[in-house]
């Protein structure tokens, strides 16, 4: 391969890496706004025929003659709306222990939350700045946290209880701030006698980001029943990315002694919906041994973690968790649409309950649901979180490098710029530690560079003997490589030492790259007053109304500076790049002057609507490189002026011979 060409082969590879990454972002998508639904209906309840097949259960129900279990009914509470929880009085993080972490809206249809909001962070809207909106029901159905279907193993027919306006029994606080809701429903047999009570409480605790949920089925009857009951899990998460939908549905599984998790992102279970493949809707592990612990969805910043509480040990049993669910108004689009949502739903199996007043007539099971941000910290801090491997739900790409090295990188950036930003006091700022850090970065990796570049640089000039000798030794491909490997050993210089450092510092930039594009420390966090106001999102220097790109269909609402600067610099790197073989190879020297053209285009283009953290940081490393690149370029200068002078003397290294020096005398004579 020729020399050039090596070249530009491996600065395009790096540049195709970071194009990946930066598609990854999703900056060619836009976000469009949709209108919450406030109205909340309840349907009549009657006797209802299973939507689809029924969960599989072991086991026949039973007939008593004073009960007919052919069908269930129940009567419909009025519709009720309560809140636990409350907001703070200013939209920021503390750790304060008696401020509620989250208000809780919950309705009496399935007993269910019809909407979270978070009290420490706001929406991603500039001109009405409120408490983010995590979850709402207006984005999903059914309701989140709602019970689906009660029924008996075996029998066709189930009872909507996600239908069912449940009637509230409690709603108190306690003088801890503990407050507590319970919701109650009782099913009636076919011939109107009381038959099956669901009781299900949900709790909050101040300085706490878990929402407790306690549900118990007790049997009225004086026979044994065999159930099965369903719930829903969390869904109908806000859309966080103003790019690309990195919604997920997770779920985690115990593996021997580790945790492992699987995931299906959008764009997964969209195609899955799409051709009518269930399959593709499941959420299995590997290992058909695998315990399922919890299960979750996340957007990019944020995670809804449901986890049955086992009963002893560290996975539950007798919860089975359903497919994963996926639903989008605009499935024939060609991307998920604003309305899109995603879930999962959950399968109590261990309902064996005996007669009415008998031990184990009533079954409780407890749920712990995680309401908040994918917060290294918060998991860490929180030895059950740090057990049950929460972390996890972090999302770092880590492209051509394995996660398992990618991510105790990134964590240990994140670590380092949040100790930057607070050893700044009151005046941390993190697109300042952003900087700082890549500079930092550069600093300790400049040997390796300038190692890299001056082999780069010799390799250039070997250039035109290179061509000489591929024209010299056309036919003899043995001698051509013999004396390839002559030229090397004379100039000093090696192939593969050009490629090698940029090879080794990838899993660092990358590191270094998707810790900020992950970092929840980033969201919001302004940089300047006047421009930059949020590292992640676009640096948005002018404002205006939302317009559509012709032909492309991309949508900007704003004049964005960062890029363009980014594509100025990235020309000033291009310039800088050796050009003494252009002459003698004029196919390189071509492919040389598109990239020049094609680059600085490039990237600004694709990452116009990307975070103004991401882009802060290219474009420090790619101004840091500028510099680096010139003081490099003038050692190298000096180091051939010093050679054309013969002041440099001849090595072993560069194929000469090494002068012995003269053993000086003992003594003089």
Request: with cysteine; net charge positive.
């Amino acid at each position: 391969m020729k020399t050039k060409a090596i070249l530009i082969t491996s600065l395009a590879a790096f540049l195709a890496l970071c194009g990946v990454m930066a598609v990854g972002t999703g900056v060619f998508s836009s976000v469009s706004k949709a209108a919450e639904a406030t109205a909340e209906q309840g349907p009549k309840i009657s006797q209802e025929t299973s939507e689809g097949t029924p969960p599989e259960k072991t086991g026949t129900s039973i007939r008593p003659s004073e009960y007919d279990f052919a069908e269930f009914t129940a009567t419909q509470a009025k519709v009720e709306i309560r809140s636990l929880g409350a907001l703070y009085p200013e939209i920021e993080r503390t750790d304060d222990p008696d401020l509620y972490k989250f208000e809780i809206d919950f309705t009496s249809l399935g007993a269910g939350v019809r909407r979270v909001t978070l009290s420490e962070f706001a929406n991603r809207d500039v001109e009405d700045r409120q408490p983010l909106v995590l979850l709402s029901s207006a984005n999903t159905s059914p309701t989140p946290l709602a019970n689906g279907y009660f029924g008996l193993a075996g029998a066709a027919s189930r009872f909507p209880l996600h239908r069912l306006n449940w009637a509230i029994s409690e709603d108190v606080t306690d003088e801890k701030g503990v407050q507590r809701l319970t919701f109650q429903a009782v099913l009636k047999d076919a011939g109107g006698n009381d038959a099956v009570r669901l009781t299900k409480t949900f709790r909050v605790i101040p300085g706490q980001y878990d929402l407790l949920c306690e549900l118990v089925t007790e049997n009225l009857s004086s026979e044994a029943l065999d159930a099965v009951l369903e719930l829903q899990g969390p869904g109908g998460i806000s859309r966080e990315d103003l790019r690309s939908d990195v919604r997920k549905v997770m779920a985690a599984f115990l593996v021997g002694e580790h945790i492992e998790s699987v995931s299906k992102d959008y764009a997964k279970l969209r195609k899955a919906r799409q051709r009518g493949e269930t399959a593709d809707l499941q959420l299995r592990h590997k290992n058909a041994a695998a315990q399922f612990m919890w299960a979750a969805v996340t957007n990019k910043y944020f995670a809804a973690i449901l986890r049955p509480v086992p009963r002893q040990g560290l996975a539950p049993e007798g919860i089975a968790l359903g497919l994963a669910q996926y639903t989008d108004p605009d499935l024939a689009a060609r991307s998920p649409g604003a309305q899109a949502s995603a879930g999962f739903g959950l399968q109590i199996t261990d309902l064996q309950l005996a007669p009415a007043g008998q031990e184990g007539s009533s079954v409780s099971h407890n749920f712990d649901v995680y309401l908040g941000p994918k917060d290294r910290d918060v998991f860490e801090s929180n030895p059950l979180y740090r057990q049950l491997a929460y972390f996890q739900t972090i999302d770092f790409r880590g492209c051509c490098c394995p996660s398992s090295v990618i991510a105790p990188l990134a964590f240990g950036i994140i670590t380092i710029m949040k100790w930057m930003y607070k050893a700044m006091g009151p005046f941390g700022n993190y697109g300042v530690v952003i900087m700082i850090l890549v500079f930092v970065v550069r600093l300790i990796l400049h040997p390796i560079t300038k190692k890299s570049q001056v082999s780069m640089m010799k390799m250039q000039k070997m250039a035109p003997r290179m061509e000489e000798l591929k024209r010299k030794y056309a036919g003899n491909k043995t001698e051509l490589n013999k004396q390839m490997m002559l030229l090397y050993r004379e100039q000093g210089a090696s192939p593969v030492m050009g490629f090698l450092p940029m090879l080794l510092q990838m899993p660092i930039w990358i590191a270094l790259w998707t810790a900020i594009y992950t970092s929840i420390e980033l969201r919001g966090a302004p940089f300047l007053p006047f421009w930059i106001t949020d590292l992640s999102a676009p640096d948005a220097l002018i404002r205006f109304r939302e317009l559509t790109i012709p032909l492309l269909g991309w949508t900007i609402d704003s004049f964005n500076l960062l890029p363009i600067l980014m594509g100025g610099v990235m020309y000033a790197q291009q310039k800088l790049m050796p050009t003494s073989a252009t002459q003698t190879n004029p196919q390189v020297a071509q492919q040389q002057k598109m990239m020049m053209i094609l680059m600085p285009l490039m990237f600004p283009i694709m990452l116009y609507q990307g975070p103004s953290g991401v882009n802060l940081y290219i474009l420090s490393s790619i101004s840091a490189g500028v510099l680096e690149q010139m003081v490099i370029r003038k050692h190298i200068r000096e180091k051939e002026e010093e050679e054309s002078h013969g002041r440099v003397p001849v090595t072993r290294k560069t194929g000469g011979k090494v002068k012995k020096k003269k053993p000086k005398p003992f003594f003089k004579t």
